[in-house]
């Protein structure tokens, strides 16, 4: 995986001061699949903050000219939903500001699976009876974990005839279980984040929100995040 350092550490800072980060090694947080991490993200408190917000969008629109896609004419920005679409829908206007208004950048969102009813599209803003037509396409999400969803939609976008060879995103945790998903796409995809793991831990220790105690817990997830609750006394809750 790859990752954009550039304005790494500026946007750890303003995700720990905004609270769009918490680290707890004592108290950790229940993620949606029972596991206790020390670890939660929350890319939304970005939105709500409009200096951090704009450090973010000025981010990603960093991403793609430095990958040389910010003028690639068929280019079309897609979110995935739904944290990712109103970053995909700040890029595609801020990204095209040096257009003309008729040659903004398109934007789309993708869904995690078909609607069942009406169009049933996965994709939307493309009509249902058409295709990407072969348009380059960046997909933008706010946060990689385990990288499943991610991927998924990707591959949405490559079966509607999109050439989706780039995944962007905020945050990306880094783990082993999110490279061995974006390994199974074939073509590859570059996966670029704003900030990962590493640097968001050394900011943090700087600037004092965890001490090395903590720090050494929180490496120690990092190596084993599905097995770090249960050996900490948090066991998995299944419901």
């Known amino acids: 995986m790859n990752y954009k350092i550039g304005k790494s550490r500026e946007i750890a800072r303003a995700a720990l001061n905004i609270h769009a980060v918490k680290l707890n090694t004592e108290k950790p947080f229940q993620w949606a699949s029972g596991y206790f991490m020390p670890i939660y993200n929350d890319n939304r408190m970005f939105l709500f903050n409009p200096a951090e917000r704009n450090q973010v969008i000025f981010g990603l629109r960093g991403i793609l000219i430095s990958e040389d896609l910010i003028s690639e004419p068929s280019l079309v920005i897609a979110g995935t939903s739904t944290a990712g679409i109103p970053w995909a829908a700040y890029l595609s206007e801020q990204g095209g500001a040096d257009r003309p208004v008729?040659?903004?950048?398109?934007?789309?969102?993708?869904?995690?699976?078909?609607?069942d009813h009406g169009l049933k599209n996965q994709?939307?803003?493309?009509?249902?009876?058409?295709?990407?037509?072969?348009?380059?396409?960046?997909?933008i999400e706010d946060l990689i974990s385990t990288g499943g969803s991610s991927a998924k939609a990707v591959q949405a976008v490559r079966d509607a005839n999109g050439?989706?060879?780039?995944?962007?995103?905020?945050?990306?945790?880094?783990?082993?279980?999110a490279v061995e998903e974006f390994d199974r796409l074939n073509p590859h995809c570059k996966v670029i984040s704003l900030l990962d793991y590493n640097t968001l831990?050394?900011?943090?220790?700087?600037?004092?929100?965890i001490n090395e105690q903590q720090e050494r817990s929180l490496r120690e997830?990092?190596?084993?995040?599905?097995?770090?609750?249960?050996?900490h006394g948090h066991p998995r809750k299944v419901a």
Do not use: Q
């Not at 994709?123 to 396409?137: F, H, Q, S, Y």
């Open 123 to 139: 994709i939307e803003g493309i009509d249902a009876e058409k295709d990407l037509e072969g348009r380059t396409v960046v997909l």
């Open 201 to 209: 831990l050394e900011v943090a220790k700087e600037t004092k929100y």
């Open 163 to 177: 050439k989706c060879n780039h995944c962007v995103s905020i945050f990306n945790y880094g783990l082993d279980k």
């Open 221 to 231: 997830w990092r190596l084993d995040p599905f097995g770090w609750g249960e050996k």
């Open 102 to 115: 008729y040659a903004r950048i398109p934007m789309i969102y993708v869904r995690d699976k078909p609607k």
